[in-house]
């Protein structure tokens, strides 16, 4: 993509997530989004978003009629999310969805491993996932700014493992899963007050389309 292109479309999508068309429902701002977005502007968005979750979404996006096809797929998970596992912080972008865990509910600080009522959350959101089998799950482990920089990207990798490992032992199909581990270097919230702390030690599910669903979508939409 020609640099001095990448601006405009950058704020394009940024104010068609965040709400700049007000008259689009979810999914055709999904199918908006990936109109106009690929893998490449994906990535240039996380960076400028700081928000590695959106950046991967956009960069998945179908776009057009199968898009918009995905999106309302996408509509009734994240609804079906929000009703059963109320610990999670639920987000419909463009074509995927995004689920929060902070860290005080997966993990105790500093630690990696699970507790029993993160695993009750988990144990929910598996039964979700199970009705799902057409999506793939990329886990994002985070932390705060306390320690070194490779000692918070080591452990932010561990929890999304755990996690990933906890969902397997669920029925969660381990080729859906994917992990990766930012440390502190993707905060979302200030990590100079102890509350911004601990929201900063987070883990984020990234919910996308597979390629069947993909698949599935151009079929039903007439586009192969």
């Not at 940024?14 to 990535?43: E, H, P, R, W």
């Not at 596992?85 to 902070?102: H, M, N, Q, T, Y």
């Not at 900063?200 to 007439?222: C, P, S």
């Amino acid at each position: 993509m020609n640099s001095q292109h990448k601006g405009p479309i950058i704020l394009l999508l940024i104010v068609v997530i965040f709400g700049g068309c007000s008259s689009l429902n979810k999914t055709q701002k999904g199918a908006a989004i990936g109109t106009a977005a690929g893998g490449a502007t994906g990535a240039i968005v996380g960076k400028a978003t700081g928000n590695s979750a959106l950046g991967a979404i956009i960069g998945a996006t179908v776009g057009g009629v199968s898009g918009a096809l995905i999106g309302r797929k996408m509509d009734k998970q994240a609804e079906e999310i929000e009703k059963k596992v109320p610990d999670a912080k639920v987000l419909r972008v463009g074509e995927g969805i995004v689920v929060e865990f902070s860290s005080n509910v997966l993990f105790a600080f500093d630690k990696s491993a699970l507790n029993s009522d993160s695993k009750e959350s988990l144990n929910k959101l598996s039964e979700v996932l199970k009705n799902y089998p057409d999506t793939d799950i990329e886990l994002q482990g985070h932390t705060d700014s306390k320690g070194s920089d490779g000692y918070n990207k080591k452990l932010s990798t561990e929890r999304a493992s755990i996690v990933s490992n906890y969902l397997t032992q669920n029925g969660i199909s381990s080729n859906r899963i994917s992990v990766v581990g930012y440390g502190e270097s993707l905060p979302k919230y200030i990590n100079e007050t102890e509350d911004g702390r601990a929201l900063n030690r987070r883990v984020e599910f990234l919910i996308t389309a597979n390629e069947k669903m993909k698949t599935d979508a151009e079929m039903e939409g007439g586009t192969k």
